[in-house]
């Protein structure tokens, strides 16, 4: 076994990673850009590497660096984790060039998998049951539109290059075609510097269910059972879940099967997981399922995995690259219970998952009952030039019924505020109809958004009340008879306190009822934080100056956070109405529209396409119509 490894990532997986090579005896060594100096994983790590300033491309992307970084810390090994150059193909040619051990598949296996229409040629000739669609070289808009015609509306257009949801359309009808298209190609390119893209027919109802697999250098090749993976937004994961709901031993067996036979055609090697498209129209059917794409890395939510099977996956990527035969055979791997991962985000959803950056001020999560793999620690810095991942929250029960209900009692039980996050969102999406039931599809999250993004009614009040308790607990001295609380002897408290969020008004009740769900902090004089279900609510008591601007809706579209300006939809003399998307911003990895805040004309235009953007800064200027 090698006696360092330098992961080349940061955030959680980073930490995750440390986490197995220290108990295997490993020394664990990170790099970090400019923006992550003082982050957890660097903290963490038995030495650090300085690649550049907080751009990906200038840091994190950098395979000199990272190699160089290598040769100064002493490391014999590299792990990439997720995503930046987990699957770059030409980066795990370096690292075994320069003598290190690679912990991943090989450069042949990544560059097979890594665009999707050869993966799905790779397929086919396997005998894996694939979508129609368009996988050619040709790539006009003329022919992508013929083609798609061909396959029958609606299809899904998808970049061939990368992964993560990113460079992923779905288009209805031929009319919005084009747009569709272009906004693909231009996120693909963005995202993986190839905007090709293939055509695939859309299943109306689809699940995703994904087959763990681990091959060794010896021919070994072996499943760690499935995964679902459907509660999605925009392509992107937000729950997972193992095994998959409603799975039966027949299915199970055509699906790893399946996925056995994508992995043994590129004689796979380390942690792999072939991704399936599933008809969710009805029952698991062996016969309605689809290959997708093959990741060829560490999954995020492979502790979902680990949880049903007892077995550290990180620890089989490095025995397996180490040069050791699989841990263990086909026959030996059990599985047993239910698992749940929730992704803990900085993110407001209630203003389009809008991402939030800034200070965590309090972070504190009671771990007995669940796993926390968590990148960030209270008084850490979430930087704007990164996704939006904090933290993964993992429970694993007897069933699922238990693990739902266990999942939303720690999502509750965490205190996590200084910065938005979808904490409450996620407890809502457990409790959702469709997702309690296990009646599962991709579309759960678009078909309730606005009840799965906005706090439950009531909960404002609750929140008061808890403040309200809050603050007169923390004015009450050792004097009783000196706090004027409303106190009465033989009879009940009655007093309320005024207190004010954002724009609103509201009496907080010190007397009302506790919740085992709710709690709040005194955070200064008549300040104060209450958290209920998840969600942050935050009061001051009238006479503390209060900027209402953004409540009333201003001139100016800023910009919510620091990016890029990828499309404009605005220029002077135009007329708009509230809520029309004006222009696009790509920041933290996705694109955010900024809509105008209330009807007029459009005065000035500040920027160009392309522009590097600081957080408030002026893009749009409104006037009112003549």
Not at 67 to 75: I, N, P, Q, S, T
Not at 76 to 83: K, L, R, T
Not at 488 to 501: F, G, P, T
């Amino acid at each position: 076994m090698f006696q360092s490894v330098l992961v080349a990532n940061r955030g959680e997986i980073a930490c995750r990673i440390f986490r197995t090579a220290r108990a295997m005896g490993v020394r664990p060594l990170a790099v970090y850009s400019v923006a992550d100096a003082k982050a957890k994983h660097v903290r963490e790590a038995d030495g650090a590497f300085l690649l550049g300033p907080a751009p990906a491309q200038e840091s994190y992307l950098r395979h000199d660096r990272v190699l160089e970084a290598a040769r100064a810390l002493g490391a014999e090994a590299i792990h990439p984790g997720y995503g930046f150059l987990s699957e770059n193909a030409e980066f795990a040619e370096a690292v075994i060039a320069a003598g290190l051990i690679w912990i991943g598949p090989t450069p042949h296996a990544i560059r097979a998998m890594g665009l999707k229409d050869e993966a799905k040629r790779i397929a086919i000739a396997a005998g894996v049951p694939v979508l129609a669609g368009y996988q050619g070289e040709e790539q006009s808009e003329k022919r992508l539109l013929k083609e798609a015609k061909a396959i029958g509306f609606p299809v899904l257009i998808k970049a061939i290059a990368g992964g993560g949801g990113r460079g992923i359309r779905e288009v209805r009808a031929a009319d919005e075609f084009a747009s569709q298209l272009a906004s693909a190609q231009r996120e693909a390119k963005a995202a993986f510097g190839d905007d090709r893209v293939l055509i695939e027919k859309l299943v109306q109802r689809p699940r995703h269910i994904e087959v763990q697999v681990f091959g060794d250098k010896h021919g070994g090749l072996v499943h760690l059972f499935e995964r679902d993976c459907s509660l999605q937004r925009r392509r992107q994961k937000v729950i997972e879940e193992a095994p998959a709901p409603g799975m039966t031993d027949d299915v199970r067996a055509a699906m790893t099967g399946a996925a056995l036979k994508v992995a043994g055609a590129v004689a796979y090697e380390n942690a792999g997981t072939v991704e399936f498209i599933v008809d969710g129209g009805g029952p698991l059917r062996a016969d309605r399922f689809w290959f997708l794409e093959m990741n060829t890395r560490l999954q995020v939510e492979h502790p979902v995995t680990e949880a049903i099977t007892g077995l550290d996956l990180v620890e089989w990527q490095f025995r397996i690259a180490a040069g050791e035969k699989l841990p263990l055979d086909q026959a030996d791997i059990t599985a047993s219970g239910h698992a749940l991962e929730a992704r803990i985000c900085a993110e407001d959803p209630g203003e389009s998952f809008r991402p939030s950056i800034g200070r965590i001020e309090v972070f504190d999560a009671y771990e007995g009952a669940m796993r926390l793999d968590a990148g960030f620690d209270a008084g850490d810095s979430i930087p704007s030039s990164y996704d939006s991942l904090i933290a993964k929250a993992i429970v694993h029960r007897e069933d699922r019924e238990e693990a739902c209900a266990a999942l939303v009692e720690e999502l509750y039980a965490i205190d996590f505020f200084g910065v938005r996050s979808n904490i409450g969102f996620l407890a809502r999406c457990v409790h959702n109809e469709a997702f309690a039931s296990a009646n599962l599809h991709t579309g759960i999250i678009a078909d309730g958004l606005e009840a799965l993004t906005q706090a439950r009614e009531g909960l404002l009040q609750r929140a008061a009340d808890e403040a309200a308790d809050a603050l007169l607990e923390a004015r009450r001295g050792s004097d009783p008879w000196a706090l004027a609380d409303g106190w009465r002897a033989q009879s009940q408290q009655s007093a309320w306190v005024a207190l004010q969020h954002e724009a609103q008004r509201i009496a907080g009740d010190p007397g009302a009822p506790a919740f085992a769900d709710q709690r709040a902090f005194v955070t200064g004089p008549g300040s104060a934080i209450a958290v209920v279900e998840g969600e942050v609510f935050v009061f001051i008591e009238p006479g503390a100056h209060f900027d209402l601007e953004d409540a009333a809706g201003g001139d100016d579209i800023k910009a919510p956070l620091p990016g890029k300006l990828v499309a404009l939809a605005a220029q002077p003399g135009q007329s708009v109405k509230k809520g029309e998307a004006l222009a696009m911003l790509e920041a933290m990895k996705m694109e955010h529209a900024l809509k105008a805040p209330r009807d007029g004309v459009i005065a000035s235009v500040a920027v160009e396409v392309g522009a590097l953007l600081k957080e408030g800064q002026v893009l749009v200027v409104l006037e009112p119509q003549a």
